[in-house]
């Protein structure tokens, strides 16, 4: 329910299952209270500073961009209708756009993507596209407070080259 943030050629990608209410609501995402994705970004070195979701759309200004991969339903996974996942539309978007890494937000959409039952968490040994490799992150939703874990984001940055400000080598 929200545009995708695309250009050619980002550092990453980071996919969700769909919109949350309140991002449907406001037209931003991952906008939720409690949601740490905003966060998480500034605190590994993927944006130079917390943006609040609503400047959603400069990140393509930092090499990140959007998607989910329902875009016809918004709200909790488990009140998405089960047919409205679009992996063919995914596929295509990551071999238009090309980025470095495509990062699901969450396993579901990365279970979805991948018709898998099972995902771990971190980079993910085979990818379906040439040049991308694939990440799974720990849903930063405040509903997954009970299994939130920084760790993985802090691996995604380095994947990419990026420090949290203040690291050893930051240039930030």
């Known amino acids: 329910m929200l545009p995708d943030i695309l250009a050619p050629e980002l ?3 980071f ?3 769909a919109a949350g209410a309140v991002s449907a609501r406001v037209g931003a995402y991952y906008a939720g209270p409690g949601n740490r994705f905003w966060p998480s970004l500034a605190a590994v070195g993927l944006t130079p500073v917390e943006l609040p979701p609503e400047r959603c759309r400069e990140l393509p200004h930092y090499g990140l961009g959007l998607t989910d991969l329902c875009q016809r339903a918004s709200g909790a996974d488990a009140d ?3 047919d409205a996942d679009d ?3 995914l596929d295509a978007k990551i071999r238009r756009y090309r980025p470095r890494v495509l990062a699901f937000v969450g396993k579901r959409s990365a279970k979805a993507f991948l018709n898998a039952r099972h995902v771990d968490v971190g980079r993910q040994a085979a990818s379906p596209f ?3 490799e694939l990440f799974v992150l720990p849903s930063p939703s405040g509903a997954a407070r009970g299994s939130w874990d920084i760790q993985p984001w802090h691996a995604l ?3 990419v080259g990026r420090q ?3 690291a050893p080598g930051s240039r930030r």
């Open 11 to 13: 550092d990453v990608v």
């Open 157 to 159: 940055a380095a994947q």
């Open 87 to 89: 992996p063919a539309a």
């Open 164 to 166: 949290p400000p203040g």
């Open 80 to 82: 998405l209708p089960q």
């Open 130 to 132: 040439p040049a991308t």
């Open 15 to 17: 996919c969700g299952s």
